[in-house]
C-alpha cells in the first residue's frame, strides 16, 4: 500500500490525469458549451492549487504490486491502477496481472500444436506457426480475474492491445459434425509442484453458436510483442467481455462435445466467482462468465485550494454493454448517491476513468461505493459493495 504521507502530486501530473476535458468531448450535449465552462473552471482551480498527498485506500493486503512472485499455479502478478490516465489506458505487457505462472513442465515453442478433435469430421493437428503467420491486430480489450479481490487492491485487471486469430476461423476450420453443440478448449495443466491455492486443469466448455459469435480469439502477441510465458505463451484464448478464468492460457486442445457433457473442474472451481447458480450438472446450464458493469475508485487526491482542502476521486467504469449515462457516488452508507463529476460518455474504452470532486464535512472514515444510475442497473458485484474502497480523512 502507498504511504499516505507521502506528497507524490505535481500539476503537471494533475492535468496529465484529469479526465475531464475528454468526458466533455465525448458527451454530446446540447448544453456542451455551458459544461465545458464549467469543467474549464475546475480544472483552473486544481492548476492553481497546491497538491498534498494521495490517500491509501485502507483495509486491503500488504502484497507486492507489479512484480512477478510465487511459481505456477501459486505465482500471481497484482497490477497497480492508481497512476492510470486517459494517456496511459493500455497496461504495459510486464505489468499486466498474472493469476497463474508457466508450468515448469511447459513444452518448447518449436513443438506447439494445437488438437483440433471431438465431433469432427477428421481429427487434425493446428502448428504454432500457421497461427502466428494467420494473427492479425484484433485491438485493444479488457481482461479480469474472476478472483480479483480487495487483498489483492483488486489488481487483477488489466489492459492489453493483442493479436492473434478470430476463433470462428479455426472453428470452421475443423469442419465439426452437426451433432457438436459445444467446444471444449483446453490448456496445459501440468505443474511440478503441488499448489495450495488453486485446482490444475484449465479448461472451459462453451456453446458453439455463442463462441462464434463472441469475438474471441486465439491470441499470440500482447501489446506488439509475442506472449511471455506467464500470459500463456505461446498460444491463448481471449473473450472479449468474459472473465479470465475463461480466458485458456497455454491452449492444446479444442475439442467439440454434444449437450451431454459435464462441466470441467475447472468451471465448477470458478461457479461461485462467475456468478452460477450453484454448480451445474452439466456444461450447457452453465451461464456466459461475463463481466458486468463495474466500477471503483483508484486514487483519492488530497488538494489545498484557495486554503480549503478539497479531494478528488479517480476510478474506472468497465465491463458489461451498452453506455452508462450517469454513474453515481457516494462516501456513506446513509447517503444517496449522487452523480459523478466527469463520466466520458458514450464509453468507447476498454476502460474508462471518471473523475469526482469531494469535500468531506469531517475528519473520518469513508466508504467510497459506486452504484449505476442512468440507465437504472443491477450489477451484482456493484449492489453487493464488492468494489467499495475505504480512506481515512485526517482534516475536512
Not at 502478478?77 to 508450468?103: C, H, K, M, W
Request: aromatic share 10%; proline share 5%.
Amino acid at each position: 500500500m502507498r504511504d499516505s504521507t507521502k506528497p507524490i502530486l505535481t500539476r503537471r501530473n494533475f492535468v496529465r490525469t484529469s479526465s475531464l476535458s475528454s468526458g466533455a468531448a465525448l458527451l454530446g450535449l446540447n448544453h456542451l458549451g455551458l459544461l465545458a465552462a464549467s469543467i474549464a473552471s475546475v480544472q483552473n482551480s486544481y492548476a492553481d492549487g497546491k497538491p498534498l498527498e494521495e490517500l491509501g485506500f485502507l483495509n486491503e493486503g500488504q502484497v507486492e504490486m507489479d512484480a512477478a512472485f510465487g511459481s505456477e499455479l501459486d505465482g500471481r502478478l497484482y497490477t497497480s491502477l492508481s497512476g492510470l490516465s486517459n494517456e496511459s489506458l493500455v497496461t504495459p505487457a510486464d505489468r499486466f496481472y498474472i493469476r497463474t505462472r508457466a508450468s515448469q513442465l511447459l513444452p518448447k515453442f518449436e513443438s506447439w500444436t494445437i488438437s483440433l478433435d471431438g465431433i469432427v469430421a477428421a481429427p487434425q493437428k493446428l502448428k504454432i506457426g500457421d497461427l502466428q503467420a494467420a494473427a492479425k491486430p484484433l485491438g485493444l480489450h479488457l481482461m479480469e480475474c474472476a478472483g480479483n479481490t480487495r487483498a489483492a487492491h483488486f489488481g487483477m485487471i488489466s489492459v492489453g492491445e493483442w493479436m492473434g486469430v478470430p476463433i470462428s476461423e479455426i472453428l470452421a476450420y475443423a469442419k465439426a459434425k452437426s451433432s457438436a453443440t459445444q467446444v471444449l478448449i483446453s490448456g496445459f495443466d501440468r505443474y511440478v509442484a503441488n499448489s495450495v491455492t488453486s485446482t490444475a486443469g484449465a479448461s472451459w466448455i462453451f456453446r458453439l453458436a455463442e463462441l462464434a459469435k463472441s469475438s474471441a480469439f486465439l491470441a499470440t502477441q500482447l501489446n506488439s510483442l509475442p506472449l511471455a510465458r506467464d500470459h500463456g505463451y505461446p498460444v491463448r484464448l481471449v473473450l472479449p467481455g468474459w472473465y479470465g478464468c475463461a480466458c485458456i492460457k497455454w491452449v492444446n486442445q479444442i475439442s467439440f462435445v454434444d449437450d451431454s457433457a459435464a462441466p470441467t473442474s475447472h468451471m465448477l472451481e470458478y461457479a461461485a466467482r462467475t456468478h452460477q447458480n450453484g454448480s451445474p450438472r452439466l456444461a450447457e446450464d452453465f451461464m456466459p462468465a461475463r463481466i458486468e458493469h463495474a466500477a471503483m475508485p483508484i486514487r483519492v487526491e488530497k488538494w489545498l485550494i484557495a486554503d480549503k482542502l478539497k479531494y478528488r476521486v479517480f476510478g474506472i467504469l468497465w465491463g458489461g454493454t451498452g453506455t452508462i449515462e450517469t454513474l453515481g457516488i457516494r462516501f456513506n452508507p446513509e447517503e444517496d448517491f449522487v452523480p459523478v463529476d466527469s463520466l466520458p460518455a458514450p464509453q468507447t474504452a476498454a476502460w474508462t476513468i471518471w473523475s469526482h470532486t469531494w469535500t468531506p464535512n469531517e475528519p473520518g472514515r469513508y466508504a467510497i461505493r459506486l452504484a449505476l444510475l442512468k440507465p437504472a442497473l443491477h450489477s451484482k458485484r456493484l449492489d453487493s459493495g464488492y468494489y467499495a474502497r475505504t480512506v481515512e480523512i485526517a482534516n475536512a
